[in-house]
C-alpha cells in the first residue's frame, strides 16, 4: 500500500513516516505540494495524508486536484486549524 504524506514541517513528516514504516506501508514523503502534485501524476496512491497549511497549494487544493482527477483514495488531513468551517470545507471537497 503506497501512502503519500505531504507536510513542509520536515519533523512531523518525518514522524508519520517512521509510524506507517513500522506497519510495513510504503512512504511516499515530500515537503512541498509541487512535488505531491508531481508524485499524484505518476503514482498509485492508496491513501494520502495532507497538511492543510502548506506553501504553494495548500492541503485543500491537493485534496480537490485529487479529486478533479477522479483519483478515489482517501485523504487524512493534518492541522492545527479549528475552525468549524475549516473542518467543514475538508469534508465537502468535491470535484467539479
Known sequence: MNILVVDDEK???DLIEVYLKNENYNILKFYTSEEAIKCIDNNKIDLAILDIMLQGKNGFEICKYI????????????TAKIEDNDKIKGLTLRSR
Open 11 to 13: 519533523e512531523i513528516a
Open 67 to 78: 479529486r478533479n482527477k477522479k483519483l478515489d483514495f482517501p485523504v487524512i488531513m493534518v
